[in-house]
């Protein structure tokens, strides 16, 4: 399985992006897909999850971040409006994928895409 971002860029405080991450490959399922972020010397942090429909986020994205999926191209967005200076990272997407139905989940991530808000 692969997991290829899109969206990254510049944006202005106040500003929108879009990011999404296409998984491709064979399994039997996938679930649940994220989005993470590391800023420069900080650890790695959940920005939101989807899993089965329902969505959950940071605390400090709810409210300007939303999540989305479409199942039927196994790709998952990350609808980013509101940015703030603090929200400049690497984004990561991140799924857990099924080979069989009922088996162990295995863990892949994205290469990354950059997100920088500055003026």
């Known amino acids: 399985v692969q997991l290829v971002e899109s969206g990254g860029g510049l944006v202005q405080p106040g500003g929108s992006l879009r990011l999404s991450c296409a998984a491709s490959g064979s399994f039997s399922s996938i679930d649940p897909m994220g989005w993470y972020r590391q800023a420069p010397g900080k650890q790695r942090e959940l920005v939101a999850v989807i899993n089965t429909g329902r969505a959950n986020y940071a605390d400090s994205v709810k409210d300007r971040f939303t999540i989305s999926r479409d199942n039927a191209k196994n790709t998952v967005y990350l609808q980013m409006n509101g940015l703030k200076p603090e929200d400049t990272a690497v984004y990561y997407c991140?799924?857990?994928?099924?080979?069989?139905?009922?088996?162990?989940?295995?863990?892949?991530w994205g290469q990354g895409t950059q997100v920088t808000v500055s003026s």
């Open positions: 991140n799924a857990d994928v099924r080979y069989i139905s009922g088996g162990p989940f295995y863990r892949y």
